[in-house]
């Protein structure tokens, strides 16, 4: 079973979350921001990765300290869950659309952590969340997964729609990156031997 579990707890954050990468998309995320369990729940719905996530976080101060963290751990969790990536695609792709919105993702599990991120909001808050955490919830995931993410705008004038778009590409790009291929049986997809 590809599965982890992470705990991470700081003076800002205390979090702990289970993956299995061969799940179903069940999810039960609880963050203390609604918002971003809503996108949450759509990463492991559309990844069907099964997403466990309980943060307690200094929301007295800001969301931001949640949200950053959160991708931390998870990008810890799928790292360890993915272990030597035997096997895996590696690689995944998505133009996803939701009404007005059009998000691309294009993803290498590499090993290297890269953000590419040309991903305007037309405003500054959906509702009393901060569209700028979008960003550092990518980085951060990015950076701890060793994901080479690259996350494009392509249409939307909808802040809600067009966050929902991006976490739903990327969900539908790690699928198909975890994704086992039977044609590679054991391999490592590299052919340095290692990612
Ligand atoms: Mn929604």
Same mark, same amino acid.
């Given at each position: 079973? @590809?599965?982890?579990?992470?705990?991470?707890?700081?003076? /800002?954050? #205390? $979090?702990?979350?289970?993956?299995?990468? #061969?799940?179903?998309?069940?999810?039960? !995320?609880?963050?203390?921001?609604?918002?971003?369990?809503?996108?949450?729940?759509?990463?492991? @719905?559309?990844?069907?990765?099964?997403?466990?996530?309980?943060?307690? &976080? #200094?929301?007295?101060?800001?969301?931001?300290?949640?949200? =950053?963290?959160?991708?931390?751990?998870?990008?810890?969790?799928?790292?360890?869950?993915?272990?030597?990536?035997?096997?895996?695609? @590696?690689?995944?792709?998505?133009?996803?659309?939701?009404? #007005?919105?059009?998000?691309? !993702? %294009?993803?290498?599990?590499?090993? @290297?952590?890269?953000?590419?991120?040309?991903? =305007?909001?037309?405003?500054?808050?959906? &509702?009393?969340?901060?569209?700028?955490?979008?960003?550092?919830?990518?980085?951060?995931?990015?950076?701890? &997964?060793? $994901?080479?993410?690259? $996350?494009?705008?392509?249409?939307?004038?909808?802040?809600?729609? $067009? %966050? =929902?778009?991006?976490?739903?590409?990327?969900?539908?790009?790690?699928?198909? %990156?975890? /994704?086992?291929?039977?044609?590679?049986?054991?391999?490592?997809?590299?052919?340095?031997? %290692?990612?």
């Amino acid at each position: 079973m @590809r599965t982890a579990t992470i705990t991470r707890k700081t003076h /800002e954050t #205390d $979090i702990t979350v289970t993956i299995n990468l #061969d799940g179903t998309g069940r999810y039960d !995320c609880q963050t203390g921001v609604g918002f971003f369990d809503h996108m949450l729940d759509q990463l492991a @719905r559309h990844s069907l990765i099964d997403i466990d996530l309980r943060a307690k &976080g #200094d929301l007295h101060i800001d969301d931001h300290h949640t949200v =950053e963290d959160c991708g931390i751990a998870l990008g810890q969790a799928l790292a360890q869950a993915l272990g030597d990536k035997r096997g895996i695609r @590696r690689y995944g792709a998505c133009n996803l659309p939701m009404d #007005d919105a059009q998000v691309a !993702c %294009a993803l290498d599990l590499s090993g @290297r952590p890269y953000l590419v991120w040309s991903l =305007e909001f037309p405003t500054a808050k959906i &509702g009393t969340f901060d569209t700028e955490l979008v960003r550092e919830f990518f980085q951060a995931l990015a950076t701890h &997964g060793g $994901i080479t993410l690259h $996350i494009d705008k392509l249409h939307g004038f909808n802040s809600h729609h $067009i %966050a =929902e778009a991006a976490f739903k590409a990327v969900a539908q790009a790690l699928r198909a %990156a975890v /994704e086992t291929d039977p044609r590679k049986s054991d391999a490592i997809p590299s052919t340095k031997g %290692a990612l």
